[in-house]
């Protein structure tokens, strides 16, 4: 069983930085693709972006290219730096770890608690 423990949320004005943090609770995280989604108050759960077990591979939702880098070190955490936000991106995030992993939410087996993010214009 992964569990997932994220950080680093909080508050923000538009055009700031927040960089989150996503740890596994086992060595086999390493295997797995991880990814983040978020979730808007009244709207449904979106991909944000992942990284492939490697680290060879990233996705991005095309609302965060070019502003969110997705990463991943040697240990157990992966990370979201997330540079000139917008007040679009308040939500809660959500890491997320599977052994593939992919764009929906159905495909991603483990969830983290989720980290409020708020940024204001």
């Known amino acids: 069983q992964v569990q997932l423990v994220e950080s680093g949320g909080g508050s923000v004005q538009a055009g700031g930085s927040l960089r989150l943090s996503c740890a596994a609770s086992v060595r086999t995280f390493r295997n797995y693709a991880m990814g983040w989604f978020r979730q808007a108050p009244g709207k449904e759960r979106e991909f944000v972006a992942s990284?492939?077990?490697?680290?060879?591979?990233k996705d991005y939702a095309d609302s965060v290219k070019g502003r969110f880098t997705i990463s991943r070190d040697n240990t157990n955490s992966a990370y979201l730096q997330m540079n000139s936000l917008k007040p679009e991106d308040t939500a809660v995030y959500y890491c997320?770890?599977?052994?593939?992993?992919?764009?929906?939410?159905?495909?991603?087996?483990?969830w983290g608690q989720g980290t409020q993010v708020t940024v204001s214009s």
């Open positions: 990284i492939s077990w490697s680290g060879n591979s």
């Open positions: 997320v770890s599977d052994f593939k992993g992919g764009a929906y939410a159905r495909s991603w087996a483990y």
